[in-house]
């Protein structure tokens, strides 16, 4: 069966500007967690959603934001876009939980801000 | 703050040799604890899980790990390194008890494997 796909691959923004991330789960998977990875930082997690909702968030200003479709794809967007933005942002798909079944990641989007 | 530890940002063995890579958790409530490896330019796979029950977990390509109460640590070893082992690991863990997928990871564990 297809993996989780996220689109597109690689992107480079300017400073300011905002951008949307796309993130295809594995069908049938209705959890989608969202993890920023940067060498300083490491991984660090985003958001989650379960059926359209969002059920969990972490420590990152509200320029980052993030939706469900009722087909379980997700999309993050992030806006005024800072130098720091710069990062490899994962997306990873479950059944319901990565806590109780596999959760498969994606290859990610590399974001770079120039 | 929870976190979890992993000791050593890069760790060399030769091929054959004994792979040992650490991680520590910080909670006095027992995790679900997970490792992950990453090859270049990829996501995460998942080698292992510890959940519940039976403390030394088996995983995918020959790895195990054992969950130690006693010493919050959750370290992951094979017996024998192969070069396609080389990559970078990650010890992440579920703290709670809701139903999250909020994983907190570690720093990261480069493995390098000499021929």
């Known amino acids: 069966k297809a993996g989780v796909t996220q689109t597109p691959r690689y992107l480079i923004k300017t400073r300011g500007q905002q951008v949307t991330l796309s993130c295809s789960p594995i069908?049938?998977?209705?959890?989608v967690s969202w993890y920023q990875q940067t060498p300083g930082q490491g991984l660090q997690f985003l958001f989650e959603y379960f059926s359209e909702t969002q059920r969990n968030k972490g420590n990152f200003p509200g320029r980052f934001s993030g939706r469900q479709f009722s087909n379980s794809r997700s999309e993050m967007n992030v806006s005024t876009l800072e130098l720091g933005d710069s990062a490899l942002y994962l997306c990873?798909?479950?059944?319901?939980?990565?806590?109780?079944?596999?959760?498969?990641f994606g290859q990610g989007t590399r974001l770079t801000v120039v | 703050a929870q976190s979890v530890t992993q000791l050593g940002s890069h760790v060399s063995v030769s091929e054959g040799a004994l792979v040992l890579l650490r991680c520590n958790y910080s909670s006095s409530v027992p995790p679900y604890l997970f490792w992950y490896v990453q090859y270049p330019n990829q996501g995460l796979q998942l080698l292992l899980k510890y959940t519940t029950g039976a403390t030394l977990v088996k995983g995918i390509n020959g790895f195990e790990a054992e969950f130690k109460k006693s010493e919050t640590s959750f370290h992951l070893t094979k017996p024998s390194a192969h070069m396609s082992d080389a990559a970078e690991y990650f010890c992440a863990v579920i703290y709670g008890s809701s139903n999250t997928g909020k994983l907190i990871f570690g720093q990261g564990t480069t493995l390098q494997v000499k021929p």
């Open positions: 069908s049938g998977h209705r959890s």
């Open positions: 990873a798909s479950s059944l319901v939980s990565m806590k109780n079944t596999e959760a498969f």
